[in-house]
């Protein structure tokens, strides 16, 4: 099959939506909330001329007699749209719902779509959608996610992974990720902000730069993990001090409170000695804390 023979029918159409739509070669029809919306409508219409994709009027009439489907919505509207969807979508099709949602909200999702004879996929973005565009990788998951790759790759993505037949595999793997990728992100508006209040930002700046290793996420890990179980009692009684520092600046610590309770709750597992290894780590920290909730 050829892209000139491929269409889509699109559910949402923000920024993702116009982004891979943008780019495609192929003929689609996209609905979204904001048309049923006097002040947004306007606005709406000329992204879908923009993007040279066919408005739909309602949600059904995005998804009937359609054999692929995009679901981008916002994460609070998935399950509902999916939902939505199942009413109308055709035994067969291919429902990708890519948007960034927990496992057991995908697996909901795609119950629903299962019960009409549909087919879900659970597609995970992992990265932002510009400047990549079609580019951007896609994780794919779900008993027909080799079928799903394969549609997804005729509309033009370029790196389509499969992960697995389980839906809420490829979301798993995004929303774990996301605990390092977007705790970073607030860790260093929180460190950042307090520096500057502190009047000594490219001090820290300067140091973090001298401490850097440009080591992988593997040895990090299992460096960090190696840390806290020797010092983690130590190190949240240190962070609790930079708690007190934080607010009195008032620039606001709630991150850094985080980091308090996982330090001392590692710390107080009293595992000893450290094993070697990342996996020999978490296994003794799953035995240790399984061990007190059911002292508990």
Not at 124 to 146: I, T
Not at 208 to 230: F, H, P, Q, T
Request: glycine share 10%; charged share 20%.
């Amino acid at each position: 099959m050829g892209t000139e023979d491929v269409s889509a029918g699109v559910i949402g159409f923000g920024e993702a939506g116009q982004a891979f739509a943008g780019a495609w070669s192929v003929s689609a029809i996209a609905f979204d909330a904001a048309t049923d919306d006097p002040m947004l409508c306007v606005a709406k219409r000329r992204d879908y001329a923009r993007c040279n994709i066919s408005r739909a009027d309602t949600l059904a009439q995005a998804v009937v007699g359609q054999h692929l489907i995009l679901s981008l919505v916002t994460a609070d509207q998935a399950l509902a749209v999916a939902l939505a969807a199942a009413r109308h979508i055709m035994p067969g099709a291919l429902y990708c719902d890519m948007n960034s949602v927990a496992p057991q909200t995908k697996r909901a999702a795609a119950e629903a779509i299962a019960a009409a004879g549909a087919h879900y996929i659970d597609v995970a973005v992992m990265a932002p959608v510009h400047p990549a565009r079609l580019h951007v990788p896609l994780l794919v998951s779900g008993a027909q996610g080799e079928a799903g790759a394969a549609a997804l790759r005729q509309l033009g993505f370029v790196h389509v992974t499969v992960k697995g037949v389980d839906v809420g595999r490829a979301s798993a793997i995004k929303m774990i990720r996301s605990v390092m990728v977007k705790g970073l992100e607030a860790l260093t508006a929180e460190c950042m902000l307090a520096a500057q209040a502190a009047g000594v930002l490219e001090d820290v700046l300067a140091s973090l730069d001298a401490s850097e290793k440009a080591i992988g996420w593997s040895e990090r890990a299992d460096y960090n993990l190696d840390r806290m179980l020797l010092h983690g009692l130590r190190r949240a009684a240190e962070m609790e001090e930079v708690v007190r520092t934080l607010e009195e600046l008032g620039t606001g610590a709630v991150m850094t409170q985080g980091t308090v309770v996982r330090q001392r709750a590692i710390g107080t597992l009293g595992v000893k000695p450290v094993p070697d290894g990342l996996a020999g780590k978490i296994a003794r920290i799953n035995v240790k804390q399984q061990g007190e909730d059911k002292a508990a």
